[in-house]
């Protein structure tokens, strides 16, 4: 069985970039979500995808968008870089669309904006 | 929103010593309560897990006990090793998952 993959593992960029992190879901799982996780803090909901439509958003900004693809893996895309988006970001997968559902985490992107 | 707190932010505990990780959560629609062992560099992961219709879950030395009216879970290790030294994590869902701030546990042989 095979695992939730992220890439890359470590991202520099400058303030007002673009940045594009990837993810690919734990064998069998058809809903990814999205976490941002600073340091010293738990993971907190950026959004969920299923069926490759956003089916919850948490308090994040447009400028965080993502994709889910018919493999169900996906992309979590973030515009006009601000030094405060420096974090660890997560991906989970889960078996069903349920948010009583088990996440299975990815090691992450750790992502430094300079 | 759910607003979900932990208790404590650190805990040293001597090898073979039990561990208690306590966290209180304040919307009653909550239903779900996962616990999360996040090591150094790695992805947190999921150890044990309790839903709001049983009051205790036990999977070998760990356990979680939940307590709807007063709306507090507790995670219980007990006979703790050095490889039990990480970040532990408390959850609440309720329609999202609200995470706790985090409680760095270590072990010391």
């Known amino acids: 069985e095979t695992g939730v993959t992220q890439s890359p593992t470590h991202l520099i960029k400058t303030r007002g970039q673009q940045v594009t992190l990837r993810c690919s879901s734990q064998?069998?799982?058809?809903?990814v979500s999205w976490y941002q996780q600073a340091l010293g803090q738990g993971p907190q909901f950026i959004f969920q995808?299923?069926?490759?439509?956003?089916?919850g958003r948490g308090n994040f900004p447009p400028r965080f968008s993502g994709l889910q693809f018919p493999n169900y893996s996906s992309e979590l895309n973030v515009n006009a870089l601000e030094l405060d988006d420096s974090a660890l970001y997560l991906c989970?997968?889960?078996?069903?669309?349920?948010?009583?559902?088990?996440?299975?985490f990815g090691n992450g992107t750790r992502l430094t904006v300079t | 929103g759910e607003n979900v707190e932990q208790h404590p932010s650190t805990l040293s505990v001597q090898e073979g010593d039990s561990a208690v990780i306590k966290c209180t959560y304040s919307?009653?629609?909550?239903?779900?309560f996962p616990w999360y062992k996040q090591e150094l560099g790695k992805g947190p992961q999921l150890i044990i897990d309790?839903?709001?219709?049983?009051g205790e879950k036990k999977d070998q030395r760990i356990a979680v006990t939940l307590n709807k009216t007063a709306k507090h879970f507790s995670l219980h290790i007990t006979e703790t090793q050095p490889e039990d030294s990480a970040v532990y994590f408390c959850?609440?869902?309720?329609?999202?998952?609200?995470f706790g701030t985090g409680t760095s546990l270590t072990v010391i042989p």
């Open positions: 989970a997968s889960s078996l069903v669309s349920s948010y009583n559902s088990p996440l299975h």
């Open positions: 064998s069998g799982h058809n809903t």
């Open positions: 995808y299923y069926r490759e439509e956003e089916n």
């Open positions: 919307d009653s629609a909550s239903n779900y």
């Open positions: 309790i839903r709001s219709n049983v």
């Open positions: 959850a609440a869902s309720e329609g999202q998952f609200y």
